[in-house]
């Protein structure tokens, strides 16, 4: 065989080689970093450059001394071979005779969870380490309950600097035997645990003599032999759309239409009878093209363009599945949630929830309970920080295809989206439909909006006045409302005192119970509306994403949003009630403007300076503006 035909088989075996994607996790200074810079320099898989910067790298940043620092090879922030810690996931790509990788390197502190959550959510496998003197940590106990939860069902246990405890089996036996308890009570079924010292090379490509008591593989031998199950190249396909390929005047074939997107299970091929949902238009594909051109058949793991027989309207978002084994549609649900955002998560606040190709609305109607990591027990919760997990329920503004994510991670997975500055605050798993999207339907009225609006002469509006106690929210739209009474029109003022006592007594003022409060007033607020009322809302409402929430309810111009615009100090001289003072002296908790924050609109419709004018005449501004004056 010639040079070139050798050139030319060895790229066809390493083309079709298996792709594995595994994580190393833990707690910090277990020797992560440490142990993907040995394994990559021991099985010889950098080059030259890489080489002579390693070793540059270690004389100036190492901890070695003049020995090669390993972890160097992963920790590339400034901050992390400063600290000597692992901030970000770093990924790296190396392959072997038998297999292809991708190994994401996750940071080890608490602080940094929500990243370790990252890099497991596409891996197939964990490598957890512990360090040998320490046994296992709660870091050890979060990160193998976060990989649980994300669907990864094969973990190697890597006992770390073995060296530094004598190589004693004793000490490897009992770690193993409490990880390997931890683990099948998570559900983590296939479970290899390695002694090793990665700084040495013990057992990390060869097995070492070090260990003569232990028969098992090395860390390389096993990720080059385990085999892991890949359940989606069976059973119906779905095709999450996320680009529409339409004709143009460029388009030989003008009534082109493909619908491309990566195929995350099954099987496409011509012919195939397809459902697109959540519509539930059927149809059958007429041609698949992949990358190259037309092909036979698109699989797993594959991009694809499907061109259909029949125009019917296919959106991005949208799954085609097999009509013979299509995914569930639903708008609530049971789910897991990894919290990451720096606030809080609080039941009733709105945020965007991102499956797939697919935005939605979204709201976490209910937490049931949060995680306690350490021994995996439900803990009653109100809320959730950073880090926590906890199991809620969720509605959606919309119906979405979905699947449980143990049966498929491409629409069983989701991110939360927070709706004001667009961070990623949350990373969840669906488990399961709480209501199927078809068993309820809006039932239609033949009396809609608009024909009451007619009969009473006015445009429903929602006036919602919103700023501190004491600002004169309530005076201002009573006010109003006697004014509307004069000319004749028909509103209603919704009160925030007069509400607790009825709709609202069961709600207190923490910061959760504030969410439900105004998502509740929110609702029938726009049921008023929706008889032909002008509904004046009276409430401090003190947080922007719930204001926003509540605007999201109305149609275009319905909603004006009126800050009542008064100083701290000149809402406590007014202060009648005598609240700011009892807050100020710490009998009550949660006051707005004293340990309860208030955010101020930033782009009100309305802004009524108290401080300039009088409730008379900025109650009048307000009449104009509902009567277009």
């Known amino acids: 065989m010639n040079v070139e035909a050798n050139i030319a088989e060895a790229l066809r075996k390493h083309e079709h080689k298996d792709l594995l994607r595994f994580i190393t996790c833990g707690s910090v200074d277990d020797g992560k970093s440490t142990l993907i810079g040995r394994l990559l320099y021991d099985s010889k898989r950098l080059f030259d450059d890489q080489l002579a910067a390693l070793a540059a790298d270690s004389r100036r940043h190492g901890t070695q001394g003049e020995s090669i620092d390993y972890a160097l090879l992963l920790d590339g922030l400034a901050a992390e071979r400063e600290q000597g810690i692992t901030i970000d996931v770093a990924y790296r790509f190396f392959d072997t005779e038998h297999r292809k990788y991708i190994v994401a390197d996750c940071p080890g502190h608490e602080q940094y969870t929500r990243n370790m959550a990252t890099g497991a959510s596409t891996a197939e496998l964990a490598v957890v380490l512990v360090d040998a003197r320490k046994g296992l940590l709660v870091q050890t106990r979060r990160h193998t309950y976060i990989a649980a939860l994300l669907g990864i069902r094969h973990v190697v246990l890597a006992v770390n600097k073995m060296d530094l405890v004598g190589y004693e089996q004793p000490v490897f036996d009992a770690i193993a035997d409490e990880y390997t308890e931890l683990a099948h009570a998570l559900g983590i079924a296939h479970v290899q645990c390695v002694p090793m010292s990665a700084l040495k090379g013990e057992n990390l490509v060869h097995r070492g003599e070090a260990t003569p008591w232990y028969d098992g593989p090395s860390l390389l031998e096993y990720l080059d032999n385990v085999q892991i199950e890949r359940p989606h190249a069976e059973g119906g396909f779905r095709l999450p759309v996320q680009w529409v390929q339409r004709p143009d005047r460029r388009d030989a074939e003008r009534d082109f239409?493909?619908?491309?997107?990566?195929?995350?299970?099954?099987?496409?091929?011509?012919?195939?009878?397809?459902?697109?949902?959540?519509?539930?238009?059927?149809?059958?594909?007429?041609?698949?093209?992949?990358?190259?051109?037309?092909?036979?058949?698109?699989?797993?793991?594959?991009?694809?363009?499907?061109?259909?027989?029949?125009?019917?309207?296919?959106?991005?978002?949208?799954?085609?599945?097999?009509?013979e084994d299509a995914p569930e549609v639903a708008d609530q649900f049971a789910a897991h949630v990894l919290w990451m955002g720096d606030g809080q998560l609080l039941p009733g606040r709105s945020y965007w929830l991102k499956l797939g190709t697919r935005t939605v609305g979204a709201t976490v109607s209910a937490l049931k309970h949060k995680v306690d990591i350490d021994t995996q027990a439900p803990l009653a919760a109100t809320h959730l920080a950073l880090n926590e997990v906890g199991y809620c329920n969720i509605a959606l503004d919309q119906a979405i295809a979905f699947e449980p994510y143990a049966r498929n991670r491409a629409l069983g997975g989701f991110i939360l989206i927070d709706r004001i500055d667009n961070a990623t605050v949350a990373a969840g798993t669906l488990d399961f439909a709480l209501r199927r999207a078809g068993n309820l339907h809006w039932q239609h009225i033949d009396v809609d909006k608009s024909t009451r609006a007619r009969s009473l002469g006015q445009s429903p509006r929602c006036v919602w006045f919103t700023g501190l106690s004491g600002s004169g929210k309530s005076t201002i739209a009573n006010l109003v409302d006697k004014r509307l009474h004069a000319l004749g029109k028909h509103a209603f003022v919704l009160d925030g005192d007069n509400v607790r006592h009825g709709l609202n007594r069961d709600l207190g003022f923490t910061d959760e119970d504030r969410v439900e409060n105004l998502r509740r007033v929110a609702e029938v607020a726009k049921l008023m509306t929706d008889a032909g009322l002008i509904v004046l809302v009276s409430f401090i409402s003190p947080f922007r994403t719930e204001r926003r929430a509540a605007r999201a309810l109305f149609g275009e111009g319905e909603f004006i949003e009126a800050f009542v615009d008064t100083p701290l100090a000149v809402a406590e001289q007014r202060d009648v009630k005598g609240l700011y003072a009892k807050a100020r002296r710490g009998e009550l908790p949660h006051f707005t403007g004293i340990d309860s924050p208030y955010e101020a609109p930033e782009a009100p419709e309305m802004r009524l300076d108290t401080a300039m004018e009088s409730p008379e005449a900025l109650a009048e501004r307000v009449v104009r503006r509902l009567l277009g004056e």
């Not at 099954?266 to 037309?294: M, Q, W, Y």
């Not at 363009?305 to 085609?320: A, F, K, N, P, Y």
Request: hydrophobic letters at 45%; aromatic letters at 2%.
């Open 257 to 323: 239409r493909g619908y491309a997107g990566t195929l995350v299970a099954g099987r496409a091929k011509p012919g195939d009878a397809v459902v697109v949902l959540p519509s539930g238009r059927r149809s059958r594909i007429a041609r698949v093209l992949g990358p190259e051109g037309e092909v036979d058949a698109a699989v797993a793991g594959q991009a694809a363009m499907l061109v259909l027989e029949d125009e019917i309207d296919v959106s991005r978002g949208d799954v085609i599945a097999s009509a």
